[in-house]
Each structure stands twice: as C-alpha cells, then as structure tokens.
C-alpha cells in the first residue's frame, strides 16, 4: 500500500517537476467550463443522476446487469418480493424445513434478517421491472445527494470535483452498482444528513431540517449500527451551534429545526418498533438479533462472547457457521490483529486505493485546518466503531464514506496549492489524479468489451449455473419443485435454494436434501409439481427428472 503511494507520488513529482503545470491551456479551458457549470448547482444535481443513469444502461450490451450471487443479496431480494406483494413479512411455511437457507427467517415470520431500506429500493425496481432497476436509481441518487451534501461544505466547483470522482469510482463498476447487496442506499441517508448540517447553521429551513430526519430514518433502516455512529457526532454538533445560539442571546428554532427533526426521529423508532413485532413478534427484537440467536456462534462484535457450536441437521449449515463463519474470528489478540489488517486494507482499496490516497500527503496540513479538524474527528469515531464489528465488507462503511470525500476533497484544496522551489507542482498533481481517474473508466469499459461474461472490477463471482437452470425450467410447462442434493465436498457460499415471497404460488420451489430427513411429506404438500434432482457440484452441474431417475435405479 505504502510503496505503491509512493511511487505513485515519485512519479507525479517528476512529472509536475519537469512541465509544470502539465497541459495548462486546455486543463484551464476545462476547469473554467466545469466552474460555470458548478455555479448552476441544481442543473449539477441532475446532470450528475442521469449521467449516471446513463452511463450504466449503454454498457449493458457488454456488461449486462448482475445475477444475485451471495448468501445476502438472495436475502435482499426476498424481502423486496415481499414488499412488492404489498407485505412485510410472509407467515411461516409448513414446509420450512426443506427451504431453509442462509440469512432467512422462517420463524416467527418468513422474512429477510436485513433492515428494510435496501430491500425497498429493490421492490420499487421490482415493480418497475427489475429489481436491479432500483440499484441503478439508488446509486445514481447516491452521487446526485453526495454532490448535494459537497455543496453545502465547499464552493461549487470543489463540490462538483469530488461528486465527479465518486461517479467515475464507484457509480459504474463497483460492487455497490453491480450486485443488490446495498452501500448506496445508506450512503444517500448519511449525506442527506452531512449536507443538511452546514445549511441548518447557516439559514435555518425547515426543508432542510426535514431532509436531515430522513436521512437519519434511512440509516437506521440500512446500517442501523454504522448509522448511529456516525450521527452521534453530528447531534453534538447541533447541540453545541444550538447552546453557542442561547449564549449569543439569539432565538432557538425550535419550529423550523428542532421539531421536524425530532417528528422524524419518532417516526423512524415508531416505525422500527412496528416494523420488528410485524417480523419477529416483539417490538424489540430486530430480526438480524433473531437471526443471529438461532444459527450464529460467533459475535457480532469483537468483544462477544463466542458460543459453542450449535448442531444443524443441515450440513451446509454446519459447514457454514460451525466451519467458515467460526474460522473468521476466534476472539484471540493475534486474530483481532488479522482482521483488523485485512479491514484497513479492504477499506483503502475499495475507498481511496493508490491515486486517491495521494491528496492524503497534505495530511498534516488538515490537522492544523480548523475547518478540516471536525471531519477528521468525525472520521475516526466511524472507523473506531467499523473496528469494533467482527467482519467487514465495504459497503458497511458507506456512512463513513461521506464524511471521508468531505476530507479527500479538502485535501485537493490543501495539495493544489503546494509549490516546490516556486514551481506550482500541486496544481499538476491535482489534474493528474483527476485526468487518471477519469482515463480508469474506459480501461475499464474495453475490459468488459474484451470478457464481456466477466464482472470486471468486482471481487465477487456470479452464479450463471443457477440462473441457466431457472431459464430452463421456466421453459417447461407446469409447475416445478427442484430437491438440490449437494455433495460432501460442497462450497457453503454457493447455495441453490432460495425462494421467492409467495413460494407456493411460484413457478419454481426449491427445497434442499437433507441426509436422514424424509422428503414424502414435501412430495405430498406439491404433489401436482414435476420433481427434479440438481447437482450443483457436478461438472457441468447437472438437473434431471426425479422419477426418471427413479425408474433407472429400479431397471
């Protein structure tokens, strides 16, 4: 990480060295059109969330939109099912022992584990047409509300800088864009919220008092821990503008701040209470909790006690949890080390990665920034509470991710301003970083031209196995129930059996194998469906007919 930071910075000292400022007459040009174009800070919004928009749709003939591939997008996706059905939650299946699956209640309710915001973005695609249509808009809204929260904290053309680097780092080939795992939704909440702050100070309208309720309400539906976190600091801050307001004498906006924030507060515990008792049955209890208590061993937290194994009648489940899951964390110092690394290393690549760490350098100039020193603190109380969870992936640090760009874009301001031996190096190496950020896209586009099947830029597969039996069976007349029988050797993270809200009335039933558990019981309940066998670990993977199989073994 550091060498290649440091080559990096070698190479841009060179460069700015020998031709500075690099390319100055039509990197001026560009800069004076974007400058105008940032002063029109409304038209910035939309052009930004439809640029986006865009951009995804017209590579879609060589970069088709994602098939669900892990444990918790599968999740995800069931509980958009059932939004879309107009339900919050499904009653518990008879037959909920053949169907049971990674990150899925089936009891008290048939429900995801996840909060609901991610989930609803892909229930309003759903009914659109896609659920992956909900992605899209979502993370078109992320860059259109992080341009939004920029131009509250920096004048427009620094806010239209940093808003364009996060549409050409993370608005086309990341994750975030390509899966239905989340990140953009609560990303949208914590800008709502860091945006709305510098304009409450500053003018004190209700409208933006009500934008920074929402944005609470949407964190504490998508990374409720993560979201909490990151608004303790910005509540502080409130508090001590409203005590500097009470000293200088002037009158506290109650109507116009306190009580539209507070209104949206309430709404959003009314509706965690109301939403935890329609899924688990007590208002309390949040189904990731309940979840957790039936199937995990090990903390969500690094200081929770882990528990012994618990004994599943599903082998995958005993690979998973009891295996994979336990493997991950076992509570000592050197695997808190271990994790901790490989947490900061995942964060830096995903977040900054070489070029984006090179404004960083003008670090010790932001510590003596009174303007900057808020956002550094606020910074570290994210990363201290992202420390404290057992596993990590990206899109949990979303809230911290806002505040993160409010600093990366400070330090451009800080890092365009240095000079070596008079010479304006830092004007160059600002171009250049932006210059190679943008040139990052179309080596990306004429990667996924050269391995269109590919997910270029992801660090995760796509289960086009699974997807072709679907297409296949969905070719054939009637009603299906497909037994997915795993072999001993089974990778736990490549499941099969997933089901959608309303399973009875599906198309396709899939039911898992269990060794010593009696399947007439789910032959009799879909006696009317054609029964079918998928070996997902053979080589092809292979499906056929259960009776045909049957009448072979009996010949």
């Known amino acids: 990480m550091l060498l290649e930071i440091g080559w990096i910075a070698i190479f841009f000292l060179a460069t700015s060295w020998i031709v500075p400022p690099l390319g100055d007459g039509w990197f001026t040009t560009a800069e004076k059109f974007f400058s105008r174009l940032a002063a029109r800070r409304s038209a910035c919004i939309l052009i930004l969330f439809f640029a986006t928009i865009l951009i995804r749709v017209a590579l879609l003939p060589v970069f088709p939109y994602p098939r669900p591939f892990v444990h918790d997008e599968f999740s995800y996706l069931l509980q958009a099912d059932i939004f879309a059905h107009g339900h919050l939650a499904f009653p518990p299946h008879p037959m909920a022992r053949y169907f049971d699956t990674f990150y899925v209640n089936f009891h008290p309710t048939y429900s995801s584990m996840y909060p609901p915001a991610q989930a609803a973005t892909l229930a309003i695609g759903q009914l659109l047409g896609n659920p992956w249509i909900g992605v899209l808009l979502s993370t078109a809204a992320m860059v259109a509300a992080m341009l939004w929260m920029l131009q509250g904290w920096f004048p427009p053309r620094w806010a239209l800088l940093g808003a364009s680097l996060v549409l050409m780092r993370f608005a086309v080939f ?29 003018y004190s309208h209700a409208r933006d008092a009500f934008l920074l309720g929402t944005g609470v309400f949407i964190l504490a539906n998508s990374r409720p821990l993560e979201g909490f976190i990151f608004c303790v600091p910005v509540a502080l801050a409130l508090l001590f503008w409203l005590l500097r307001r009470h000293k200088k004498g002037l009158q506290i906006p109650i109507r116009r701040v306190l009580l539209p924030i507070f209104g949206c507060i309430i709404c959003t515990i009314m509706f965690a209470l109301y939403f935890n008792w329609r899924l688990t049955g007590s208002p309390l209890e949040f189904s990731r909790m309940a979840y957790y208590g039936r199937y995990f061993t090990v903390s969500p937290v690094v200081w929770g006690t882990i528990r012994p194994p618990i004994h599943y009648a599903n082998p995958q489940f005993e690979q998973f949890f009891n295996g994979w899951l336990r493997s991950q964390y076992d509570g000592t110092w050197h695997d808190l080390k271990r994790i901790e ?164 009335h599906s198309r396709i039933v899939w039911a898992r194998e269990i060794p010593g558990t009696d399947l007439s019981p789910l032959f009799a309940y879909y006696s009317g469906r054609k029964v079918w066998i998928a070996e997902p670990d053979a080589n092809p993977p292979l499906i056929y007919s259960y009776s045909d199989k049957l009448e072979s073994q009996i010949r």
Not at 175 to 187: E, L, T
Not at 388 to 409: E, G, K, M, N, R
Not at 437 to 450: D, F, G, K
Request: aromatic share 12%.
């Open 174 to 202: 990341s994750y975030w864009m390509n899966s239905y795992w989340g990140g953009s939704v609560a990303a949208i909440g914590a800008a709502l919220v860091f945006g709305a702050l510098p304009r409450l100070r500053r």
């Open 341 to 504: 690394i490989i947490r900061t290393r995942l964060f830096w690549q995903f977040f900054l990665g070489p070029l984006l760490s090179i404004p960083m350098l003008s670090l010790p100039s932001l510590l003596k920034d009174r303007f900057a020193r808020p956002f550094l603190l606020q910074f570290i109380v994210c990363i201290l509470g992202l420390l404290a969870v057992t596993w990590f992936l990206p899109h949990y640090a979303s809230p911290a991710f806002c505040v993160l760009f409010v600093i990366l874009v400070q330090a451009f301001r800080h890092i365009r301003k240095w000079k070596l031996l008079g010479r304006p190096v830092g004007i160059t190496w600002t171009r250049l970083i932006v210059a190679l950020t943008l040139a990052s896209v179309p080596l990306c586009i004429a990667e996924v031209v050269r391995h269109p099947m590919e997910e270029i830029c992801l660090s995760y597969g796509s289960d086009s196995a699974r997807a072709h039996v679907v297409s296949k069976l969905e070719s054939i007349v009637g009603n299906h129930l497909v037994i997915v029988r795993y072999s001993r050797s089974h990778d736990a993270h490549k499941e099969w059996v997933y089901n959608a809200a309303d399973i009875d």
